[in-house]
């Protein structure tokens, strides 16, 4: 994003105003040429904001949100304002449900494939791992959490407690 008289060194990123020896001052950022600018948005999705003085958004997203696109609109002291773009989106948080609670196998006999745990939400890919690690000859897909396999040994459920 570029300030409204199109100077390159406008940039409205935090970090580059401050490589750059600008100053922020409750609300506006003061550039070193002395002009201040001030940003706004439309709301944001909930729990999150949009610091004035330098454009940052903070916050922790309380509930998902679809991509929509947001129009920041820079404001300097002179009332010269420029406006650019940017696409945010929300996902949901990730959840693991289970799906099968206990399976006995046999010795030496070849699994059928199983899911025990299903995961959604999140940001995607998933990748699923298991803890304590599985019986010799078993494995867990990691993009499916599909176990399969030949145990070594008889597997029992382990006791939940």
Excluded at 40 to 46: D, K, N, S, V
């Amino acid at each position: 994003m570029r300030a409204a008289d199109g100077d390159p060194g406008d940039c409205l990123d935090h970090a580059d105003a401050e490589s750059r020896g600008d100053v922020l001052h409750s609300g506006y950022r003061v550039r070193r040429d002395g002009i201040a600018q001030l940003y706004r948005l439309a709301e944001l999705p909930t729990g999150l904001s949009m610091t004035s003085g330098s454009g940052a958004i903070t916050g922790t997203p309380t509930v998902a949100s679809a991509a929509t696109t947001y129009t920041v609109t820079v404001t300097d002291a002179n009332n010269a304002t420029a406006a650019a773009t940017f696409v945010l989106t929300v996902n949901g948080a990730v959840t693991a449900t289970q799906a099968i609670a206990s399976t006995m196998l046999t010795r030496n006999h070849a699994a059928t494939s199983f899911t025990p745990v299903t995961g959604s939400g999140g940001t995607g890919p998933l990748a699923y791992s298991v803890l304590p690690s599985l019986p010799t000859g078993l494995n867990m897909a990691s993009g499916t959490g599909a176990i399969t396999g030949t145990p070594a040994w008889r597997v029992r459920p382990r006791p939940t407690r």
